[in-house]
């Protein structure tokens, strides 16, 4: 019974020491970035009303939420995905005419199959931009993605840019019904094209509509090879959809980011809110995508408030595992010094720490014991988790400082430390 107790359920994970280290350093530089682009925090309950979530707003399906009661028989779930809380919360507290930037870093909860091998608890952390519907408010969200990427450390990644309302032009076209629809989407976001084909050829539709459903998967890379998409239909939608890619990709030229960049019109997501366009970043290391995004124009609507949004969420938790296994360091946010004392100089161990901590420079205070000295000092070097150690005698006359990588140690006079 007592080693059960150690376990956690399946889906979820104690973090500790050096992991936790790097992943909170590593939050620290995204959020750095939303706010030098001026993003203001926001928090949302870990749980909110069924409803907040429920499939006309788009969001996971009821099976993968955890659902539970309140004392008043009212469904909750736990905040599986951070979009339509931030929505509700707009519609509540900001006015019709405003443009609100906001960034946040939460936890969400989604119940995968256990055989999926995916956190049911993870830490995201992302923005959103609402209030403006013009291709430079794209552009800055993007621009942001990749500024994050690049502030955590990463060096080697792709943003996928998509817009759903080319492939929405063309159903509007088709006139699928829901069932051809559903399956459509899911035969192309897998690049399935043989299933594609099958479909298609048993529709009534022109040739030319038929010819643009079966590029859809092949459509992406380069801005120029989705260019050639415009003579594949002559939808208005469809083509106003890529005018905006055009559009965005000038915006990010300004930027100086636009080579991050790759197109695909043959991109769609699970949740349903998006509107215009959609992108996905990649990076290797990880076998999933770890930014997720895109324009979600009527979603404020169903809270009553019709407003123009687009945002992202990075998963934290996967781009910590593409940087482990990048072999990319993150430095920064362990401790800079170790106090190792004689109990005989405890008070001025104490005061020695508190000079440091005055000068925001993270102190450990550590008594010794019968433990060698190098022994302490050696485990600490091995995790990271000190520059350098300093040792006080019983005496406390003099501190000896222990370098990392030096084996031989420089003493110098306490009084040196103290001194103004």
Do not use: W
């Not at 350098?388 to 030096?406: C, F, H, I, P, Q």
């Amino acid at each position: 019974m007592a080693n059960k107790l150690l376990h956690t359920p399946d889906g979820v994970r104690d973090i500790y020491g050096a992991e936790c280290r790097r992943k909170s350093v590593i939050q620290d530089r995204i959020l750095k970035v939303f706010h030098l682009y001026g993003y203001e925090d926001i928090e949302t309950p870990t749980f909110e009303f069924f409803d907040i979530f429920n499939e006309s707003r788009g969001s996971v399906p009821s099976r993968e939420m955890f659902k539970f009661f309140d004392r008043d028989n009212q469904t909750l779930v736990l905040r599986p995905d951070e979009t339509p809380a931030i929505a509700r919360c707009v519609a509540k507290y900001f006015s019709e005419d405003e443009v609100v930037r906001l960034c946040y870093l939460e936890r969400t909860f989604i119940n995968n199959s256990s055989y999926q091998g995916r956190l049911k608890e993870a830490t995201q952390t992302g923005a959103e931009f609402i209030g403006d519907d013009s291709p430079q408010a794209d552009g800055e969200i993007l621009a942001m993605v990749i500024e994050a990427l690049l502030a955590a450390g990463l060096e080697e990644f792709q943003v996928e840019l998509g817009e759903v309302d080319f492939f929405k032009g063309l159903l509007e076209e088709a006139g699928m019904d829901k069932e051809q629809e559903e399956e459509l989407r899911r035969l192309i976001e897998n690049k399935n094209y043989f299933g594609v084909e099958e479909l298609v050829h048993s529709l009534p539709v022109s040739a030319e509509l038929k010819e643009g459903f079966l590029r859809l998967p092949e459509l992406f890379g380069s801005l120029e090879q989705i260019q050639e998409a415009r003579k594949l239909t002559s939808n208005q939608r469809a083509l106003k959809a890529l005018d905006r890619l055009e559009e965005v990709n000038r915006i990010l030229s300004y930027y100086g980011l636009d080579s991050y960049v790759s197109y695909d019109l043959g991109m769609l997501s699970q949740y349903q809110y998006y509107t215009g366009i959609i992108f996905k970043a990649y990076t290797y290391g990880t076998g999933d995508y770890i930014v997720n995004g895109g324009r979600y124009d009527k979603l404020l609507v169903q809270f009553g408030a019709d407003r123009p949004a687009v945002g992202f969420g990075i998963s934290v938790d996967d781009l910590l595992l593409a940087l482990s296994r990048q072999k990319i360091k993150v430095n920064g946010g362990g401790v800079n010094t170790m106090i190792l004392y004689e109990e005989e100089s405890s008070e001025k161990a104490v005061r020695l720490a508190r000079f440091f901590r005055s000068r925001d420079m993270a102190a450990r205070l550590q008594l010794r014991s019968k433990e060698r000295m190098v022994e302490a000092y050696a485990a600490s070097m091995e995790q990271g988790s000190i520059a350098n150690l300093l040792y006080l005698d019983e005496k406390g006359l003099s501190v000896r400082l222990y370098n990392a990588g030096r084996e031989e140690a420089d003493e110098i006079p306490l009084s040196e430390y103290l001194k103004d």
